[in-house]
């Protein structure tokens, strides 16, 4: 029978990659003593993200969406805020919820 041992010892040193989902700032550096409970990188988490159908909403096609587009990508927008803009025949205004 083969028997499992571990052995631990308090000056063993632990190194771990800790990686960000998202853009974020480093709060330590390489080589500093951090404890469990240490902050070591913050970020700003995006609020609530929504999908929403913008060709639909302007009665167009999904090519054309791109060029009536007002914001970029990444605003943060709020309620009422112009998303896309139509102003062909019938101009169409369409809105952040």
Known sequence: MI??????????????????????K???EKGMEVNPQDVIAEA??????IMLDIAKGLGIS?????????????DNLEEGDIIAQYEKTLPRIFRAP
């Open 3 to 24: 028997v499992d041992v571990v052995r631990a010892t308090s000056f063993a040193e632990i190194e771990r990659v800790r990686k960000l989902p998202i853009p974020g």
């Open 62 to 74: 999904p090519d054309e969406t791109t060029s009536c587009l007002i914001c970029e990508v990444g």
């Open 26 to 28: 480093v709060l330590v």
């Open 44 to 49: 700003q988490v995006p609020g609530k993200i």
